[in-house]
């Protein structure tokens, strides 16, 4: 049963669109990357289609091998994209992505509590404990998913006590008297935990509106409760509705055990989006777009996942969960291990058939290869079972399919009132509870 009337939708700023080939299509604009006017166009046309919010991905790595044939990870700094996003839009949500495995709380907190200031309430934060670039913070290796999860839950618990510090109500600013604020309002924290020791208060007041949403990623056990315990919104890896069904009652569980409401949690599974005109356009933009992925990356990218390497194997040969090896190494995410591992006891490939599948060739996402009609009544079948309370678009291919996301896809859904028609709301807390 779904838990809100209505879908709650993202869209990603991370120009999936432009990956492998789609950034070589003469419409590409792909010269404008590292400027903001790139992402603003997207942000004021996901605005004028009322989406919730956009939101940036992030990671502190660059695996160089990528960079020859397309921008991989190179990326602005997503939390300063956000801030000149805000001056030129009005109503849209703005999510950066932080990882409390890098940062520091005290930084952070300033940092996302700037961004509720200059969008007038519109920041969101994507808490992420990364899964690389230990080597960039003078870390030998990764930490476990475990102490990665135990340090983000003090992080932003931190985080939180810093906002509420400096709470707004003790800005008095009365010129008469000459009190610019009520000090007794203003108070340290004195934190002293495992990982960090803040004492407060933060040097900026909070927001004087509704508080900064977070947003959630990364499905461990440990990631689940986290986002049982703190999330207003998770971004999943889903690629099937039983996957996503079962993250979306995993999540419901912990919200109970941390006394929250399962409606508080929404569930917005990444979409990858080959749109195209006719399904045979869809198709041939998706094949198109990976055709330079050969056999050797797509056996190094499930070696990456999972540890199990193909490299000498025959692609007659089947593959089965007992070829995948029990441990997981460095940098590798369990749940992501777990959902190739369902697939292939689903689907008994063989090696070339598993090679070839989308979630080897791009990622472990929701994936529709189709037309406008193909998406409406997926995201309506998954939605109406109760697996999803959203999505954020990942559209892929080429600019079109960006296009016809933002220019006909969320029509269809507002037009069935699956999705709103116009902003209630002027900020982030305001659009997820609109109801
Ligand atoms: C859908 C999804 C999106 C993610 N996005 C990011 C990201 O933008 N930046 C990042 O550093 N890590 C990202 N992560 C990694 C997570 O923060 C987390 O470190 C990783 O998934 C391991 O946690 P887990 O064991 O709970 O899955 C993402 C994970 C998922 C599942």
């Known amino acids: 049963m779904k838990l809100r009337p209505k879908l709650c939708i993202g869209m990603s700023l991370a120009p999936t669109w432009l990956s492998l080939e789609g950034w070589r299509l003469p419409d590409s604009n792909i010269e404008g990357l ?16 009322h989406l919730d919010f956009v939101f940036r991905p992030d990671a502190s790595f660059l695996p160089l091998p990528i960079m ?58 994507n808490v992420v404990t990364a899964l690389q670039g230990n080597e960039n913070f003078g870390q030998a290796d990764m930490p476990s998913s475990e ?16 906002w509420a510090s400096f709470p707004s109500e003790a800005l008095l600013v009365d010129r008469d008297s000459g009190r610019y604020a009520d000090t007794d309002l203003i108070l340290p924290i004195h934190h002293r935990g495992a990982h960090f020791s803040v004492q407060g208060p933060l040097n900026l007041p909070a927001w004087p509106g509704p508080r900064l949403p977070l947003m959630q990623a990364g499905g461990s056990k440990f990631g689940i409760d986290f986002a049982g315990q703190v999330a207003d919104m998770v971004f999943a890896m889903a690629p099937d509705l039983a996957s996503a069904s079962q993250m979306r009652a995993e999540l419901s569980t912990r919200a109970i055990a941390h006394r929250r409401q399962p409606r508080d949690i929404r569930m917005l599974p990444g979409l990858s989006l080959y749109l195209g005109d006719t399904r045979e356009e869809a198709r041939a933009l998706f094949e198109a777009t990976h055709r330079r992925v050969n056999r050797g990356q797509r056996v190094a990218r499930l070696r990456d996942a999972t540890g199990l390497d193909l490299s000498n194997w025959p692609d007659d040969r089947r593959v089965a969960v007992t070829d995948l090896p029990a441990d997981l190494g460095p940098g590798q995410s369990a749940h992501h291990r777990d959902l190739l591992r369902q697939i292939i006891r689903d689907t008994k490939p063989t090696a070339a058939e598993l090679l070839a599948r989308p979630e080897i060739l791009t990622s472990v996402h929701w994936q529709i290869i189709g037309t406008v009609d193909d998406a409406f009544a997926e995201i309506t079948r998954w939605f109406e079972a109760g697996a999803i309370d959203g ?23 507002s037009e069935a009132g699956l999705f709103r028609k116009s902003y209630r709301g002027n900020t982030l807390l305001s659009h997820l509870d609109d109801d």
């Open 391 to 413: 999505f954020i678009a990942v559209p892929g291919g080429a600019p079109h399919s960006l296009d016809l996301t933002l220019e006909q896809l969320i029509p269809r859904l």
């Open 68 to 125: 020859e044939h397309s921008f991989g990870f190179s990326s602005l700094d997503p939390t300063l994209l956000m801030t000149s996003i805000a001056r030129e839009t009005e109503k849209i949500g703005l999510i950066t992505t932080i990882s409390t495995t890098f940062g520091h709380p005290y930084l952070t907190a300033r940092q996302l509590m700037s961004l509720h200031w200059l969008s007038h309430g519109r920041a969101g934060w």
């Open 147 to 162: 102490a990665r999860y135990a340090r983000a839950v003090e992080f932003t618990e931190v985080v939180q006590r810093l």
């Open 34 to 49: 590292y400027s903001s006017d790139f992402a603003l166009d997207v942000a004021k046309r996901a605005e004028a289609a």
